[in-house]
């Protein structure tokens, strides 16, 4: 029969210690990560991915930390109604058109430019531009190390 004996108190506190530096460390990996993940969806928002033309779907990417501080998002604001459907792709219907303030309509189209008295309704697809999961996918294993580094580091 083996028997031990364990000082309890110094155990514990020495545990309270050690969950409060992993909590901190963590944390902090992680908000440093969410601000890394973000920068890199702007980026490719700034035309790796989609053309920036008014950059409003760019300036939309927020970061947040949850409460706890061991979660973060990166998401867009909702101020872009364009958001989901350039990230997913799908189908958008668009209405039917009369010039308001001209004689005719002036669109692109199939590479040359279209002048109409009117365009009837028609549904517009569009491809998937994958800007957030793409992103998520290609920073992954790094923030997957950053937080391997602070648990390793906070152990030893």
Not at 38 to 50: C, M, P
Not at 55 to 64: E, H, K, M, N
Not at 135 to 142: K, T
């Amino acid at each position: 029969m083996i028997t031990t004996q364990l000082d309890a108190p110094p155990a514990i506190a020495k545990l309270e210690t050690l969950k409060k530096r992993l909590r901190t460390g963590v944390g902090e990996a992680v908000e440093s990560a969410a601000a890394r993940l973000r920068a890199i969806v702007q980026a490719k928002l700034s035309g790796e991915v989609l053309k920036a033309r008014s950059g409003a779907l760019r300036d939309s990417i927020r970061a947040a930390m949850d409460a706890d501080g061991t979660a973060a998002r990166v998401f867009s604001d909702g101020s872009v109604p364009y958001a989901r459907v350039q990230e997913y792709g799908g189908r958008v219907n668009v209405p039917a058109m009369a010039p308001v303030n001209a004689k005719a309509l002036a669109f692109a189209y199939g590479g040359r430019m279209v002048f109409a008295k009117h365009a009837a309704a028609h549904v517009v697809s569009l491809p998937e531009c994958s800007y957030l999961r793409s992103s998520l996918a290609e920073f992954a294993p790094v923030f997957l190390d950053d937080i391997r580094k602070v648990v390793t580091e906070n152990l030893a």
